[in-house]
């Protein structure tokens, strides 16, 4: 039975569809097959697999369209990229169903995904190996490299037969091999049948240039060599019958064997052999050499200038910040050192005051006298007071004023009055023994902070004395300088100088600032930080300085974006000339870098050249260096592999294709040879003597020519080798130099193919009354043997040619000769027999002792496909093994009843049964005796 999968998209025209086969002759006969094109597909495997699309099994007929392809490498890329080519145009909007049996799943769905993708190489291979079910198991896709094929090969596009056999019988598409086995090849018949009276017989080919060429195709003429490219279309004419239309080869180039170098031959043929655009690999690249160099270079270029820019801005950024922390530090000392100074000296000033106001004894005008002349020294002090502790309240117990600037500033009594009430809290904290500081602005046109600390009076802590002075008298020290900010703040956080003005009017907390809160929080006395400021969105660098009085402290900050301004000016001026830099490489990079690139693409043309077949590259070294020496030994190559060209094309001409093939892998063990197991191959035409003698010598030519070729491409196609030519003979070798899996089934389809293909000749040479009448009445005799035997290049070292030798050979060769005399086509061995029963029809000839060998051999008589041999033959072989057996038991008159019956089922004479009656007569008249074996000896060949 077949089981049809689903279908699966292929090549974007076609559908493909794949049945499992169970391997039955009767699902095949059953199966009425799909509209499309079919596949039957088989693998082998020598040294790789191979696969091939093959005829139906057993010789079942098979009325629809299919494919025939021998077989192929999965790894010949080009021969893979030519199929799936012509799959393409053969198969546009068809179907395809492929046959294949159960075990080859995997293989032949790697096949048909490896087609697709050598079709249009820009579907990823995933989605590919996805769409083919190949998720997880391992597929056969070709490696790769920039979108290009490793293995393309566009040299001698020598692929093997490609068919499309339609239902009618009547086309076959097939491509010329030029790597031919020494004939010329001609128009030869093929499996038709009468023509269609209603065909087109003008069709249109296009040359090598896409000229067109109309040629007429000779509806008598049934096997018509035809282009490759699968141009054949089936059209329907206004009567609605079928109008094949294909495209001939002319006749001129029919049997012209074109040399690799000859342009003009290439030119004349309808086929562009030696440069087909399809296997053409593009000179232009993903990244030319030039772009690399200047890539490199860039890259180079501006790793190194990089570095030295990061590098050099690191170190100078380095320094600048230890300049800068030091800086900072030194400053905060320095102001704070001076700040501590003034305040002590306020303070100072303010207890003598204090003692002043508060000396007994002391007349009131020379009190006032004392006081006008502190403040007219000390005009920054603008207020100072005693204050006594009641229920840890403040209670004036006596102040003074500066009344010169009170009538400046325009300032009250009523106002420092309310910085005390203001303050009353802090301010009591100096009744505890603590000095305070506070800012006093608030309330005042002018800056100034307030001082509190205890006084004594009768020996106790019992008064404070608050001082309250202008910012005058410090300020100096915080004015902005360079890009440092200096300012101060006391205990709480709180602003007491700073530049801007506006802060210490407002008493601003600066608690909120990291430099400010870490001040607060450090034991130590200095100390310094980065840190990012989230209110004023910039990272600084800052330093402190508490100046030991009230726990207030000086702080110093810096912008980093100010600090560093330089060492980003710096970077950004060595970018500019690393860009300028970058920019001159390049140009000199572009202009030298041509001196290399040049010569190497001038390499890679040449190597696209020698792809092609041309040899003959007209490059010259240009330079004197590397390049230039790799150029003169690229010519030299060449010129090698001209001559090497040359002798291969001379070879494939002489010797059979595969043996070239394998003698190019390992010649020294095809010359050791090898005893390997084989089926020889041995046809000659019977009364070839005599057909020759009635033809002229160019008509003699043409018959050999026109028999030699059908016969070779059935050898060749059923993986038989040719040995050699002998006259009208023909020697072939099966299984050897490559392993052929069935060889003897393989030899024994090739045999029945060349008996039925030789009736097609002689029916169409009778047609067209060619020839001579013995030559239209032509038959052939051919003889098989599988055994072991030797196989290898015989000869001298000088001169030797690859045959095979042995028993097993010499009684092919004798079975060849023996089929005159039993007047059948194909003569076979038992272990031919043995290994065909399933899809031929044998009859079992007789026991002979051929010349040259002492044991006997049952000789059987190889009658065709067990699939189309006529119920009459089957009845005539039977009643034939019967009378033998009869004939071996020396039952004579049984034997030669039988044999008569054979005869007349058969219907007609049959050489065989009369040669085995005369022989019973013979021997019913002188008994051989008891001891009689059966066995007859041959006295001839």
């Known amino acids: 039975m077949l089981e049809i999968s689903a279908e699966i998209p292929f090549l974007r025209t076609s559908k493909l569809t794949f049945l499992v086969w169970d391997e039955t002759p009767d699902s095949l006969e059953t199966w009425s097959g799909e509209e499309g094109i079919t596949i039957f597909f088989q693998t082998r495997r020598a040294k790789e697999l191979e696969f091939r699309f093959g005829s139906p099994p057993w010789g079942i007929p098979f009325s629809n369209d299919r494919f025939e392809y021998p077989y192929v490498s999965i790894h ?278 204090a003692i002043t106001l508060t000396t007994q004894g002391l007349p009131e005008e020379d009190r006032k006298l004392l006081l006008k002349t502190f403040f007219q020294n000390d005009k920054e002090f603008i207020y100072l007071g005693i204050f006594e502790r009641r229920e840890n309240t403040l209670v004036m117990k006596r102040e003074v004023f500066n009344e010169e600037e009170l009538k400046k500033s325009a300032v009250t009594e009523d106002d420092f009055h309310a910085v005390v009430n203001r303050n009353r809290d802090a301010l009591a904290e100096a009744f505890n023994g603590q000095t305070v500081l506070l800012n006093s602005s608030p309330g005042f046109v002018e800056p100034s902070f307030a001082i509190a600390i205890p006084t004594a009076e009768n020996g106790e802590l019992d008064n404070a004395l608050v001082i309250i002075v202008k910012l005058e008298k410090i300020i100096g020290a915080f004015s902005k300088k360079g890009i440092e900010t200096t300012f101060m703040v006391n205990g709480q956080g709180t602003v007491l100088a700073h530049p801007k003005e506006d802060l210490v009017l407002a008493a601003t907390d600066l608690t909120n600032m990291p430099i400010v809160k870490a001040m607060l929080t450090s034991a130590p006395s200095t100390g310094q930080m980065s840190y990012l400021d989230e209110e004023l969105g910039s990272s600084y660098l800052g330093s402190f300085q508490k100046i030991g009085f009230a726990d207030a402290g000086v702080i110093t900050i810096v912008s980093e974006e100010k600090a560093f301004g ?125 057909i020759s003698e009635q033809l002229k010598s160019a008509d003699l030519a043409a018959l050999l020519n026109e028999y030699l070729s059908a016969m070779t491409l059935l050898l060749k196609k059923h993986e038989g080798v040719l040995d050699k030519y002998i006259g009208d003979a023909i020697v072939g070798i099966f299984n050897a130099p490559v392993p052929v899996l069935d060889h003897e089934l393989k030899a024994a389809r090739a045999s029945v193919d060349m008996v039925m293909k030789l ?130 038991n020396q039952n004579w008159m049984k034997a030669i009843q039988l044999f008569k019956e054979s005869e007349t089922s058969k219907g007609s004479k049959d050489k065989s049964s009369r040669m085995l009656i005369e022989r019973c007569e013979e021997y019913n008249l002188n008994s051989p005796g008891s001891d009689w074996d059966g066995v007859f000896t041959r006295t001839h060949k």
């Open 76 to 353: 010949n890329i080009s021969s893979n990229k030519y199929l799936a080519k012509a799959l393409a145009s053969a198969s546009e909007g068809k179907n395809l169903n492929v046959i294949f049996p159960k075990p080859l799943e995997v293989e032949v769905r790697s096949v048909f995904a490896r087609l697709e993708y050598l079709f249009d190489d820009r579907i990823s291979p995933d989605r590919i190996t996805h769409k083919f079910g190949l998720t997880g198991k391992t597929s056969s896709m070709p490696e790769m490299t920039n979108g290009k094929s490793k293995e393309i090969e566009t040299k001698s596009l020598s692929f093997p037969p490609l068919e499309l056999v339609g239902s009618s019988g009547k086309l076959k598409l097939r491509q010329l091999e030029f790597s031919a086995v020494g004939i010329s090849e001609r128009n030869i018949p093929n499996e038709s049948h009468s023509p269609d009276p209603n065909s087109s017989n003008e069709t249109v080919l296009t040359d090598a240039h896409g000229e067109g060429i109309e040629t007429d195709l000779d509806p008598n003429h049934p096997y018509d060599f035809i282009e490759s490219s699968f141009a054949a279309n089936d059209e329907e004419d206004t009567n609605g019958k079928t109008n094949h239309t294909t495209a001939i080869i002319s006749a001129d180039t029919i049997g012209k064997v074109p040399e690799p170098n000859d342009s003009e031959t290439k030119e004349s043929l309808p086929i562009e052999v030696a440069t087909d655009p399809t296997l053409e690999p593009s000179v232009n690249t993903k990244f030319s050499l030039q772009l690399k160099m200047m890539g490199v270079i860039s890259l180079l270029f501006v790793l190194s200038v990089a570095s030295i820019i990061i590098f050099a801005s690191f170190y100078f950024k380095r320094s600048i910040e230890l300049q800068l922390r030091d800086n900072n530090i030194r400053i905060a000392e320095i102001i704070g050192s001076k700040v501590r100074s003034d305040i002590l000296g306020v303070v100072e000033k303010g207890r003598q005051i």
């Open 759 to 888: 009736q097609e000749l002689r029916d169409y040479w009778t047609t067209n009354n060619l020839y001579s009448k013995e030559a239209q009445v032509m038959d052939a005799r051919i003889g098989l043997n599988s055994g072991p035997a030797k196989v290898g290049f015989m000869g001298t070292d000088a001169l030797a040619s690859y045959t095979m030798m042995g028993d097993t050979v010499n009684l092919a060769a004798r079975l060849e000769a023996a089929g005159k005399d039993y007047g059948v086509n194909i003569l076979i061995t038992d272990p031919i027999q043995e290994k065909i029963q399933g899809e031929m029809v044998t009859r079992y000839v007789d026991l002979v002792r051929v010349k040259g060998k002492n044991e006997p051999v049952r000789i059987h008589e190889l009658i065709g496909y067990r699939s189309i041999v006529t119920d009459n033959a089957l009845n005539a072989a039977r009643l034939y093994e019967e009378g033998f057996k009869e004939y071996l």
């Open 566 to 690: 330089d060492v980003y000016k710096s970077q950004r001026t060595n970018l500019y000339i690393a860009g300028i830099g970058l920019c001159s490489a390049l140009i000199f990079v572009f202009f030298f870098s041509k001196t290399i690139t040049k010569p190497v693409l001038q390499l890679l043309t040449a190597t696209l050249e020698i792809a092609k077949g041309n040899f003959k590259i007209g490059i010259k070294p240009t330079t004197q260096d590397e390049v230039g020496l790799l150029t003169k030994y690229f010519i030299d190559m060449g010129q090698g592999l001209e001559e090497r060209e040359k002798v291969k094309n001379i070879l494939g001409s002489m010797i059979d294709p595969v043996v070239v093939q394998e003698a190019m892998v390992d010649l020294a063990a095809l010359k050791r040879g090898s005893e390997t197991h084989i089926t020889a191959f041995f046809s000659d035409v019977a009364s070839f003597s005599t």
